[in-house]
């Protein structure tokens, strides 16, 4: 199989040292750097190339041998909104292609862009250096725009005409999914020879089962609280009112829960949700739960294992998800899900085997749920085994070895 020497990866919104749960980093984040990492193991050199956000940054991070993030200098360093960043793309292009200019050519043997400003600098990067661009959607408007939650801002038409000339551009589309496969052809024209479904995976090594009461010790939870988990952004598209709500319902039905049930909220405000950083909270007041609600920055990685191990049950009510890597990991680590029926989620979790699927976005149901698995131990320990054999498919190593089929075919 040929392999490339050097890729060129690029992240113009979001750099994989920013910490995951707040802002504009997440998934993606994880995804890139995880990716980076694995290709260097195999002697593919990986450059990281993403907008410089502080004047702080070194132009230059090792992130680990053989993979190198470069900070490009693209509009101000900070205040820009990631609406604001296309104006920016003709700078952050002059600033990659700059980087391949100081070697000789054929420096870079492939590009891999992540989300659709990314994409834009790779097809001009891809025309310039005469080599393939893989490209990974991530999200898409048209997608998120058919499934907006109450109150969200739906995504600019410049986006979705940006994604349709990327996916025209690119010489293969890598999707987390079969639905995601598909909704690039039906809703972008994308060739479908042209589009590879490519699960994304989890740190196996990290996200691992522990002792229940040692991670709660840690995390200061008393150690018979019943613990209700959410981790992400704090924004509308990933619906943590919906977990609130259905913990005040679910209170309503078993009031004898109130005095051991925890339930944690971890992650920063993000998108639409920075306009009201404080809705949560007075969410969970108005409600009458703020004594079993707490609130928790976002947190390294190693952290949030703990998080997963100590929760009873992770709840990801999203409206859209390409994937779900907050559901892989915490089914990792042995803790069974409750999600919404949408996009990757379907994927991600096996509905009745490691979790529970849930229609639509309606509290009473995410609360039944709730008490379906709170209430019923041997149904959580059954979903328990579920999840770990679940979770056992979507190693990063399986994800790498099918990337480097997409690159080597091209």
């Known amino acids: 199989m040929a392999l490339p020497r050097r890729v060129a990866t690029l992240s113009v919104h979001t750099s994989p040292l920013d910490q995951p749960g707040c802002g504009d980093a997440g998934g993606l984040n994880v995804y890139v750097t995880e990716v980076a990492k694995r290709l260097a193991e195999r002697d593919i050199a990986v450059d990281i190339f993403t907008?410089?956000?502080?004047?702080?940054?070194?132009?230059?991070?090792e992130l680990v041998p053989g993979v190198t993030v470069r900070h490009i200098v693209a509009g101000p360093y900070e205040g820009l909104d990631k609406n604001d960043l296309p104006a920016q793309l003709c700078a952050f292009t002059s600033g990659v292609l700059r980087e391949e200019a100081a070697h000789e050519p054929g420096w870079f043997d492939l590009v891999h862009s992540h989300y659709w400003l990314s994409g834009q600098v790779g097809w001009l990067?891809?025309?310039?250096?005469?080599?393939?661009?893989?490209?990974?959607?991530?999200?898409m408007a048209r997608v998120k725009n058919a499934l907006l939650a109450a109150g969200d801002a739906p995504e600019p038409a410049m986006r979705a005409i940006g994604?349709?000339?990327?996916?025209?551009?690119?010489?293969?589309?890598?999707?987390?999914?079969?639905?995601?496969?598909?909704?690039?052809?039906?809703?972008?024209?994308a060739d479908e020879t042209?589009?590879?479904?490519?699960?994304p995976g989890v740190d196996l090594d990290l996200f691992t089962p522990g002792d229940q009461r040692a991670a709660r010790a840690r995390l200061g939870v008393a150690p018979d609280a019943t613990v209700v988990l959410f981790v992400g952004r704090i924004q509308p598209l990933k619906a943590p009112d919906v977990v609130l709500q259905a913990a005040a319902i679910l209170l309503e039905r078993c009031p004898e829960l109130r005095d051991r049930l925890v339930v944690a909220v971890v992650g920063g405000p993000s998108g639409t949700g920075l306009a009201e950083p404080e809705q949560l909270s007075k969410l969970a007041g108005a409600l009458g739960i703020a004594d079993v609600v707490r609130f928790d920055p976002p947190a390294h990685r190693e952290v949030i294992a703990d998080y997963y191990r100590a929760a009873d049950v992770t709840v990801v009510p999203s409206y859209s998800e390409s994937f779900g890597l907050v559901a892989i990991e915490s089914q990792a680590c042995g803790t069974p899900v409750i999600a919404a029926r949408v996009g990757g989620l379907l994927t991600a979790v096996a509905d009745g085997t490691s979790g529970l699927l849930i229609d639509g976005h309606d509290p009473v149901s995410y609360a039944a749920a709730l008490q379906s698995i709170i209430e019923n131990p041997a149904r959580r320990a059954t979903h328990s085994r579920g999840a770990l054999a679940h979770a056992a498919r979507f190693g990063w190593s399986a994800t790498v070895d099918r990337i480097l089929e997409v690159y080597s075919a091209l």
Do not use: F, N
């Open 194 to 199: 042209r589009v590879e479904t490519v699960a």
């Open 125 to 139: 990067a891809k025309e310039r250096w005469g080599v393939p661009l893989v490209h990974t959607m991530h999200t």
């Open 163 to 189: 994604e349709a000339q990327v996916v025209d551009a690119a010489d293969r589309l890598i999707a987390s999914t079969a639905e995601e496969a598909a909704q690039l052809v039906d809703l972008y024209g």
């Open 51 to 61: 907008r410089a956000t502080s004047s702080d940054l070194a132009p230059t991070v």
